[in-house]
């Protein structure tokens, strides 16, 4: 099964509008396929991860992650994506079997599902320091509109987001991907109108997506007569980065009364991914070693506070 998508990125020769266009067909399939996704949540869930994976991709910093977290008080609930500096990425929500009938479009109501009553949340961590926090107010539930929203808003940053997803019949993902096209300082105020109209007159991108156009294609339907050059070619996958070492320090956190009732309890304790649904299995003696571990550390940070107050 294809797992790579191409996620290309192209600068006009002013040097003024950046565009990173994802074709995110295949990581959405594999999307739904983890979370056994509705037709609806497929678009809410691809839409969501499409545009997460493109701002990693837009960090410079390597090592560094995106996290994006969509809460519009609708029945899908939390929307959870996470990409690295590479754009790959991972995501999950709260119900992923939300099936809504078509919005007054004719289309899969992304906006009904999400719903409208709240934010959208973004950290970045660049691996260094304080984490970046942004949010700004969900407009309309429909993912694209409302990541436009937050680079305007939070960012302070003239953005395009354009995302799509075309689902069949059975479920299958015929199409998916999106772009970000982003005003860079000393843009040209005459050609901001035309790549606006380009834009308007755009073909549904999922559709062209579905018909096999490639990045060079959407490159020249949003650019047109405007001179670009193409600056990366790469590609990205569905990743989810969690390993038993991962879980063992979240179970570290928990704390020493709760590992020492996990391990009383006598039964190996059992932790499932939530973005990808690997099961992990920590056995008695494991708890037990974590246990252990809590207490000393405890032990040490009360020696540090009392070592504090002399
Ligand atoms: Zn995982």
Known sequence: MQTKCPISTALSKDGGFRMIFLNSTAAVEELRSIHKLSRTMTAALGRSATACAIMGKMLKEEGGSVTLRIDGGGPAGKIVCVADSGGNVRACCDNPSVELPANALGKLDVGGAVGKEGSVYVVKDLGFGEPYVGFCKLVSGEIAEDITEYFTVSEQTPTVCSLGVRVGQDGEVRGAGGFILQLMPGANDFITPIIQANIDDMPSLSQLIADGKDADDIFKYVYGEV??????????????????????KALLSLGSQELKEMRDDGAPAEIVCQFCNKKYIFSTQELDGLYNQALEKAKRLNAEENADEE
């Open 227 to 248: 001179e670009y050059s193409v600056l990366e070619r790469a590609e990205i996958e569905y990743k989810c980065s969690c390993s038993k070492e991962k879980y063992a």
